[in-house]
């Protein structure tokens, strides 16, 4: 380790530090203890993963992405390609400290809800390399957004792909042909690791998830330095080169302009509230949501319904109209009238 990923580091850890983010973690723990001491189950062990690769989204992907989205506010980001230090470089201290700290949290949740019947050696692979996995992808994904506003809807699909091989663990879309597909995708490996820390295990597949997580990371680690390159290092230059340019006069589509001179103010609404929706990524995803929302109650809450029902033994088909009705009467109306 160089002396400028040391120095990174110690500064990352005073970023994280004094914008909460350990006290979330500390919070996100007692919380997921509590929700799983709660549990009507004797034996938590197998639901352990699950919870550790949840909190590991928020430790890797969102903790990432705020970072980001942190520095590029305050101009630090763009600051940073002036000095030695490398994009990789970069990467290795933020990852490392989302590492170190998912490790403490998730170690800890593993304690407090299963004691010591468990491999920790298994463990800490796992939290390590899912860590580096959605830390990763949290840059790749944040790299091309300047504001919260444009990125959180998309971050949320982003996190429905990264999360698929979760169903199979509830029993959802199990097969031979849907299990050797998830081998491919990667946070299986993760999985696999974490499941054979709580679960006895073939050393086929610890072996599988030590050398797939890790070739998983390097590719994600390779897309994030690009991604670096592409959307830091390169639009710095190009913002330099548009600000010499002299920009072409454009239409004006406000209160002011000339479209509301020569329509009238209630005419010019429609173009005008066009142009801001355009102009705006939040406003265009929540036109959208309420279609997404209704598809996934007309076709996966039927999925979870027979799941919960083969898991829990609870029957949960009486509240499928009810929810269908809640999606059409409020979730409709209140996502267009924020609009």
């Not at 403490?104 to 939290?127: H, K, M, Q, T, W």
């Amino acid at each position: 380790m160089n002396a400028r990923i040391q120095a990174t580091l110690w500064c990352d850890v005073r970023l994280q530090a004094r914008n909460g983010f350990y006290y979330a973690s500390a919070v996100m723990a007692v919380i997921t203890i509590i929700v799983l001491r709660l549990l009507p189950v004797q034996d938590l062990s197998w639901l352990l993963p699950v919870m550790i690769v949840n909190n590991l989204i928020v430790n890797g992907f969102f903790f990432m992405s705020g970072l980001v989205l942190l520095e590029k506010a305050e101009g630090t980001i763009e600051a940073q390609i002036v000095t030695p230090l490398r994009g990789s470089e970069y990467l290795a201290a933020k990852v490392g400290t989302l590492a170190l700290l998912s490790l403490v949290e998730n170690l800890a949740i593993g304690v407090a809800v299963a004691g010591f019947a468990f491999r920790p050696d298994l463990l800490a692979a796992g939290i390590v390399l899912g860590t580096a996995l959605y830390a990763l992808a949290g840059f790749v994904v944040v790299a091309r957004y300047d504001a919260l506003n444009t990125f959180l809807l998309p971050a949320v699909g982003y996190m429905l792909l990264l999360g698929l091989p979760l169903l199979t663990w509830f029993g959802i879309g199990q097969g031979t042909f849907v299990e050797t597909a998830l081998l491919l995708h990667p946070l299986q490996p993760v999985l696999a690791l974490l499941g054979a820390a709580v679960e006895p295990a073939t050393p086929a597949t610890i072996a599988y998830g030590l050398a797939a997580g890790a070739a998983w990371v390097a590719l994600f680690a390779w897309w994030a330095t690009r991604s670096f390159r592409r959307f830091v290092v390169d639009k710095v230059n190009t913002a330099d080169l548009q600000r010499q340019a002299v920009a072409p006069p454009r239409l004006r589509l406000d209160v002011n302009g000339p479209i509301v001179r020569r329509l009238g103010a209630l005419r010019s609404l429609g173009p005008i509230d066009a142009h801001s929706i355009g102009r705006d990524a939040m406003l265009r995803w929540m036109i959208f949501i309420p279609f997404v929302m209704a598809l996934a109650v007309r076709w996966v809450l039927p999925l979870l319904v027979d799941a919960a029902q083969g898991w829990l033994g609870i029957d949960l088909a009486a509240y499928y109209p009810p929810l269908m009705g809640y999606m059409v009467l409020l979730i409709v109306p209140y996502f267009w009238g924020a609009i």
